[in-house]
C-alpha cells in the first residue's frame, strides 16, 4: 500500500469519526447508526496504520493488489449496510402502513357511533 494512499485512509478515517460525533450532538443521527460509521472509521485507521493486515488479507483472498482489497472489502461492508438499512426500512413501511389502517378504523367506528339528526 503506498504512502499517499495510507494518509488519504487516515485523513477520511478522522474526517468520519469527527462527522459522525458532531452529528450525534446536534442529534442528527441515532447513535446505534454512528457506531457503524465510527467503528468503520475504526477500520480504515487500523488498515492504514498497520498495512500488513490488508496485505495479509489481499494475499489470502488472492486479489492482485492492496488497494483493490480495500475497494472490494469496503464496497462489501457498504453493501451489507444498505441491505440491513433496506430491511428495516421496509418493517417500517410495514409499521407505517399498519398504523394508518387501524386509524382509519377507528376513525370509522367513531363516525358510525355518533347519532344522526333528522331535520
Not at 493488489?65 to 410495514?94: C, G, P, R, Y
Request: aromatic share 10%; glycine share 2%; net charge neutral.
Amino acid at each position: 500500500m503506498t504512502v499517499e494512499l495510507r494518509i488519504i485512509l487516515v485523513i477520511v478515517s478522522f474526517a468520519t469519526a469527527a462527522l459522525m460525533l458532531r452529528r450525534i450532538r446536534r442529534s442528527k443521527v441515532r447513535i446505534e447508526d454512528s457506531v457503524f460509521w465510527i467503528v468503520l472509521s475504526g477500520v480504515i485507521l487500523l488498515m492504514s496504520i498497520f498495512p500488513q493486515i490488508a496485505d495479509a488479507c489481499a494475499a489470502a483472498l488472492h486479489v492482485y493488489d492492496t488497494a483493490n482489497f480495500l475497494f472490494l472489502f469496503f464496497i462489501f461492508v457498504l453493501l451489507v449496510k444498505l441491505f440491513t438499512m433496506s430491511v428495516h426500512m421496509s418493517q417500517l413501511e410495514s409499521k407505517l402502513e399498519r398504523t394508518v389502517q387501524a386509524q382509519a378504523l377507528h376513525a370509522k367506528e367513531g363516525e358510525d357511533e355518533t347519532p344522526r339528526q333528522d331535520a
